[in-house]
């Protein structure tokens, strides 16, 4: 069975601490990787990855992709408030182009 | 957002009854999803659609039905709403250059 796991399922930092979120998966036919941050709304699309050791960048936010151990992470540096989110990761898969979601990581920034 | 909208955005209905909920996308994509959204279940994909009137299950299918007459619509319904269908409904739109998804703002159902 195609499974995607998140971890941690919460985190709370204060203001400045680097955080860094990790996804693993176990599916067949593997095709990207997407992260989503997900306010109190519908997720929007932060990165997708499809090749291994090649990092995405975006201002604060970073994410890497290793295919031979099956798993991303997503790095954000020098956290603000407005980082807390749910970190959601997907899979698709090549075969349907289905999605596959983890439970996602719910990340709390303390001022 | 890809111009994706649905509709009703809050539903309070009774157990037995039939609800449909609707998607609307305005860039033309090929792909829309429905999914709903649980604590501790994340996203978990209900059905999709690759085109008009082709439409396929996802993992948590049971007690749901689909159809797509026009690219831009993508409908979802509820034969007989039951309790433990009350969730989150997030549509998805998907175009051929990509696999980025672009969610609609969610419906908030609740069946009692």
């Known amino acids: 069975e195609d499974k995607v796991v998140q971890s941690p399922l919460s985190l709370v930092v204060h203001e400045g601490d680097t955080v860094t979120l990790n996804c693993s998966y176990e599916?067949?036919?593997?095709?990207?990787l997407l992260w989503y941050k997900q306010e109190k709304k519908a997720p929007t699309f932060l990165f997708m990855l499809?090749?291994?050791?090649i990092e995405k960048k975006s201002g604060r936010l970073s994410s890497i992709l290793d295919k031979k151990e099956l798993f991303s992470i997503l790095n954000i540096t020098a956290t603000q408030t407005g980082d807390s989110a749910i970190y959601l990761c997907?899979?698709?898969?090549?075969?349907?182009?289905?999605?596959?979601f983890g439970t996602g990581t719910s990340l709390t920034v303390i001022p | 957002d890809a111009g994706i909208t649905q509709s009703p955005r809050h539903k309070v209905t009774e157990t037995g009854t039939p609800v449909t909920l609707r998607c609307h996308q305005t860039?033309?994509?090929?792909?829309m999803y429905w999914y709903r959204q649980d604590p501790g279940h994340g996203l978990r994909l209900i059905h999709y659609?690759?085109?008009?009137?082709?439409?396929d299950k996802g993992e948590v299918s049971d007690g749901y039905s689909v159809s797509r007459s026009k690219t831009e619509d993508f409908l979802l319904t509820l034969e007989s709403a039951t309790s433990s269908q009350t969730s989150v409904y997030f549509c998805?739109?998907?175009?051929?250059?990509?696999?980025?998804?672009?969610f609609g703002p969610g419906t908030r159902l609740t069946v009692l």
């Open positions: 997907a899979v698709v898969l090549t075969t349907g182009n289905q999605f596959y």
């Open positions: 599916v067949t036919n593997f095709r990207s």
């Open positions: 499809t090749s291994s050791g």
């Open positions: 860039e033309n994509h090929r792909y």
């Open positions: 659609s690759y085109g008009v009137k082709d439409t």
């Open positions: 998805a739109a998907q175009g051929d250059g990509g696999d980025e998804q672009f």
